[in-house]
């Protein structure tokens, strides 16, 4: 079926505003995660779920970013009060499930900016 | 901490020259590891992996890999590009035999080949 699609593809807002990213996995993957591609810094990870587990909310970089799943499938990637250095690619992947040698697929990503 | 390294952050060949790409990773464990693959304007893939076993492995579109654990590297070869081959490439780790898959990516090599 379809790959990871996330929403929107690009989003501009201003610096303190909230934004809401969404992702969908491929159906049937239990693993989600959350990745950021920032200028010059590479892919960093920002948190994963698996199933009905605690997420793994390690990766996060300050309390303004959280995530959640619903239904064990789509999630939300919030960001309140967006501060410039926010500005980057988010990208989502999903894996059959969290075992480490599961591939991961990714999403084509949104790329937000941060005014 | 967990890190990985590529060394060349912007590559320049002509179709047909050899290739080989840099990684290096530092990591407190047993790893899996990974290249993926982002071709200008689509989503990042999968090009090999290695888990165990013989260290030589082998991906799509004539890539391989080498898995030195002496020197904690992980190089990419190709020994003839192709314009085609014109992409981002991202080496990542994890934890061998963990319950995430949770990746840790290197900052990302820019390949450019000209025709």
């Known amino acids: 079926g379809a790959g990871v699609s996330q929403s929107p593809s690009n989003k501009v807002t201003e610096k303190g505003k909230d934004v809401e990213l969404r992702c969908d996995p491929i159906?049937?993957?239990?693993?989600l995660y959350w990745y950021r591609q920032s200028l010059g810094q590479g892919l960093e990870f920002l948190i994963y779920?698996?199933?009905?587990?605690?997420?793994?909310k390690s990766g996060l970089p300050s309390d303004r970013f959280s995530a959640e799943r619903t239904g064990g499938s789509v999630s939300t990637l919030t960001i309140q009060r967006t501060q410039q250095e926010d500005s980057a690619v988010y990208l989502c992947?999903?894996?059959?499930?969290?075992?480490?040698?599961?591939?991961?697929?990714f999403g084509p990503g949104t790329r937000l900016t941060v005014l | 901490a967990q890190s990985v390294s590529q060394h060349n952050h912007h590559v320049i060949l002509s179709e047909a020259a050899s290739l080989e790409l840099g990684c290096n990773y530092s990591y407190g464990g047993t790893v899996n590891l990974f290249w993926y693959v982002q071709y200008p304007g689509q989503h990042l893939q999968l090009l090999l992996k290695?888990?165990?076993?013989?260290?030589l492995v082998k991906g799509i579109k004539g890539f391989e890999a080498e898995f030195i654990k002496s020197k904690f590297s992980f190089n990419l070869r190709k020994p003839s590009v192709q314009w085609s081959d014109t992409a981002e490439y991202f080496c990542?780790?994890?934890?061998?035999?963990?319950?995430?898959?949770?990746?840790?990516f290197g900052q990302g090599t820019t390949l450019q080949v000209k025709p």
């Open positions: 779920f698996q199933g009905n587990s605690a997420p793994d």
């Open positions: 159906s049937g993957h239990t693993a």
């Open positions: 290695y888990f165990s076993g013989d260290p």
């Open positions: 990542a780790v994890n934890a061998r035999g963990g319950n995430t898959g949770k990746l840790i």
């Open positions: 992947a999903s894996s059959l499930t969290a075992a480490s040698y599961n591939e991961q697929f």
